[in-house]
């Protein structure tokens, strides 16, 4: 069992940096892969970026935010980032961490057992 505790969020102007935090707890919490996703008001939820377990840290990442996100781990820590760059209006929603207890990364959010309760972050224009 994994209990994810979002933060970080918050409301930023267009062009601004943004990191949001993922804290899990439980011991073989690098064994797992780890996912953000977003959801925009009246939107469905969706994948963001991803990073694999077992200490191999494959990434992977939406289209719409390659080279402008980056995700990372600190399994010392049990913590999972992303860092948000050049943020735009587009980008708000609240943003959501989760987990799967297996090492491979993936995109879908059916394919996640965890989640935290998420956080906002607003980009105004």
């Known amino acids: 069992q994994v209990h994810l505790v979002e933060s970080g969020g918050g409301l930023v102007q267009a062009g601004a940096s943004l990191s949001v935090s993922c804290a899990a707890s439980g011991r073989t919490f690098s064994g797992y892969a780890t996912g953000w996703f977003r959801q925009a008001p009246g939107k469905e939820r969706q994948f963001v970026a991803g990073?694999?377990?077992?200490?191999?840290?494959?990434?992977y990442y939406a289209d719409s935010v390659k080279g402008q996100f980056t995700i990372s781990r600190d399994n010392a820590k049990n913590m999972v980032y992303l860092q948000m760059n050049s943020l735009k209006p587009e980008d708000t929603g609240v943003y959501y961490c989760a987990a799967r207890p297996i090492g491979p990364l993936a995109t879908k959010s059916d394919e996640y057992s965890f989640w935290g309760q998420g956080t906002q972050v607003t980009v105004s224009s």
């Open positions: 990073i694999s377990g077992w200490n191999v840290d494959i990434t």
